[in-house]
């Protein structure tokens, strides 16, 4: 179980003195579990937006103030924790990310790195190495290749006996050798998964290369190398858990279960906040991409079956488009080199118009992956659409990704209650976005992706998520790295570098914090429960090192997180 942890790293104990009144003059039948005082606690609550104690029992906050008002909070048993001026936050609300499918991916040798030299010399260093059945590995960059994607025969070179499978870093691709073609009867006769869609990509004689797209064909060759099982799932799982809760995450809006069946991946999950060793509050969604299936029937059963304390399936996931990679992203324009291209729907729009109306009707919202703004327009249309007949309602509907939004559509997200979610970790002229969709869009339009300061500072809700463990450049799920992109604009490291969409792109500290915590929880219609350090809210809390309005925008990312607060138990506490 989590189990409630002394809080080493402060001072602990009756500190009469510090507070400057008789601690025990209180006869509070339910006095707080803790107080924290001499904090610079920055709530999210617009009400009160600064304090410098807060209090909570059991899981319940149940004091956020001054230092004076703290006094009754405290009885005999109040543990008083001195913060010694550090900073506090709510507890970080990561708003897109892939809690139980990154326990299926992120297994064996981490390959992002730029260095094609490198990505073989790794592979052989895991290979001499490793004694297992399977090599794994994740985090293949689509940059380094020049001339086409990886091919079977390269890998073939290091291992041809044992089957290798690694996952690209954006999750919807993979490269294997031949003899993971072999076991998984993958040949020039294998019908394509999901023709237009999910593919074995092939060559000129229509042999398949090595290189899958897409999960069906992911998974269909995976499946046959390795039984992905609860076990082989929460392995994993309990693997990354620790790691969240070190970054100061404490609610996970997790956006699909990929890999492993959806009701699966969810009762994992359950079964391990059933064992009280669940360190973060997760919502999930049916992960809906086929258009030949109703999704409302399947997500009805889901949100009956999980709706515990800590899990819960609330949302309908809409996959609408791809990306830039696979030319698959839905725009206005035409890709630039390829303008000839045209992109196909998922799902195509009289389907989803329908979905969404119906979705609408019964109180469910719907969040979309929408990487192009041709894609956010249309899931836009289809909320208005739906706005016009149904009811009103608080409607919470998301765009996720809006890695392009029309400027004709930016004020739309406000006037239609829209959060927009996309991802800080990618809000820079990354490889990618330099040598890939510059090629495909042109600099001028990469330089307008991602506008959530523009969405912001006219009423649109904005959220961030890491989109963990998919990514277009690099896998990362801590937000304090995120929120150093988004607020710079530039990659973590390289103050010199290019600024995407120049400095008016840049998200301001407040906005930022904003979005990793209550914003992102306003698109998860959680920011009842959690997002800001109010009385009543679940006592999830996170402790920084150094005050983030103090230092520079590029030390951001280098702030230790000293703990983490989930439900009122120390999940995390620094060495």
Known sequence: MIRQKSFGIFTVGILAASLCFPVLAQDKSEPADYVFINGSIHTMDVKNPKAQAIAFQGNKITYVGGANGIQAEIGAGTKIIDLQGKMVLPGFVDGHIHAVAGGILMNGVDLQTDDVDEIFQRISDYVNNYDGDVVLGFGVRFNPWKNGNPTAAMLDKIESKRPMYFWAIDGHAAWVNSKALEIAGINKDTPEPAPGFSTFERDKDGNPTGWLIELPAQIQVLSSLVKIDTAYVEKGIRKWMPRLSAAGITTVHDLGVQGFGQSEGYQLISDIAAQGELPFRLQGVHYWNDPDIDPLPILTEMRKKFSSELVTVKYLKINLDGGDAAYNGLYTAPYRDKPDIVANPIIPYDVLNDVVQRADAAGINVVCHC?????????????????????????????????????DDRARFAKLNVTYDTTGAWMSLDPVMMEVSSVRL???????????????DIGGNVSLGSDWPAAGYVAEYRPLHAIQMAVTRQPIGKPDH????????????????????????????????????????????????????????????????LYTVMNGKLVYQAD
Not at 446 to 452: A, G, K, L, R
Not at 507 to 534: C, F, H, Q, Y
């Open 371 to 407: 990487f192009g703004d041709l894609a956010v327009r249309k899931l836009l249309d289809a909320v208005e659409a739906a706005t016009a007949v149904n009811p009103d309602r608080d409607r919470r509907h998301i765009v996720t990704h809006g890695t392009m939004i029309h400027p």
């Open 442 to 456: 042109g600099m001028e339009r990469v330089n307008q992706n991602f506008p959530i300061k523009q969405i912001a």
């Open 498 to 561: 290019p600024v995407m969409g120049r400095k008016e792109y840049r998200l301001p500290m407040d906005m930022a914090l904003r979005a990793s915590t209550l914003g992102a929880a306003i698109g998860m219609n959680m920011d009842g429960k959690v997002g800001s350090l109010e009385i009543g809210k679940m006592a999830d809390i996170v402790v920084l090192d150094e005050n983030l309005f103090d230092i520079s925008p590029y030390e951001i990312s280098d702030v230790k997180v």
